[in-house]
T-cell receptor, first 113, second 111 residues
Framework: KAGVTQTPRYLIKTRGQQVTLSCSPI?????VSWYQQTPGQGLQFLFE???????NKGNFPGRFSGRQFSNSRSEMNVSTLELGDSALYLC????????????FGPGTRLTVL | ELKVEQNPLFLSMQEGKNYTIYCNYS?????LYWYRQDPGKSLESLFV???NGAVKQEGRLMASLDTKARLSTLHITAAVHDLSATYFC???????????WGAGTKLIIKP
């Protein structure tokens, strides 16, 4: 079974730009969660999608948004990028809820200059 | 609000030694997970603990859960360099369908 894939793996943007990251979950998994990981803040939950609906949201500003498609693939978007958005963005998929065992993708390393 | 605390946050140890990482959480929960992250890599699930007294072991790692004390431990036996990684615990917040994560314990094992 193929694992969770994320594209792109690396991204460099400048302040003020926007970015879209993509995640393809493991086949059959319906829940997709997104996390931001930084050395200072650790692993922080962004949001979770299930059946094309956002089911949970972490404490991030509205510049961070996401969506899920009918095939469970998910995208997250960050608008008006700030330097502090530089981080590793991880996507994780699970069968039904994010409280099931989560399988993580390799991450997208975003650098904002 | 469920809070998850790990300690220590950083641990440097010699090969061959034993040590324990602790994960405390603040409210009742049905499930607790341990994950591992190698430097520059993503997270990998190690164990899921589902009930009081649950114990799981794989190789030199053993995890246990005491739901009454709201405490899980990850014990490392006769550490080897390959176990150097950051270890996270995560707890299921029952009504919210999401995991609450500890800050991670960075483990360095010196040859």
């Amino acid at each position: 079974k193929a694992g969770v894939t994320q594209t792109p793996r690396y991204l460099i943007k400048t302040r003020g730009q926007q970015v879209t990251l993509s995640c393809s979950p493991i086949s059959g998994h319906r829940s997709v969660s997104w996390y931001q990981q930084t050395p200072g803040q650790g692993l922080q939950f962004l949001f979770e999608y299930f059946s094309e609906t956002q089911r949970n949201k972490g404490n991030f500003p509205g510049r961070f948004s996401g969506r899920q498609f009918s095939n469970s693939r998910s995208e997250m978007n960050v608008s008006t990028l700030e330097l502090g958005d530089s981080a590793l963005y991880l996507c994780a998929s699970s069968l039904a809820t994010s409280a099931d065992t989560q399988y993580f993708g390799p991450g997208t390393r975003l650098t904002v200059l | 609000e469920l809070k998850v605390e790990q300690n220590p946050l950083f641990l440097s140890m010699q090969e061959g030694k034993n040590y324990t990482i602790y994960c405390n959480y603040s409210t009742t929960s049905d499930r607790l997970y341990w994950y591992r992250q190698d430097p520059g890599k993503s997270l990998e699930s190690l164990f899921v603990l589902l009930s009081n007294g649950a114990v799981k072991q794989e190789g030199r790692l053993m995890a246990s859960l005491d739901t009454k004390a709201r405490l899980s431990t990850l014990h490392i036996t006769a550490a080897v360099h390959d176990l150097s990684a950051t270890y996270f615990c995560a707890v299921d917040e029952d009504s919210n369908y999401q995991l609450i994560w500890g800050a991670g314990t960075k483990l360095i094992i010196k040859p």
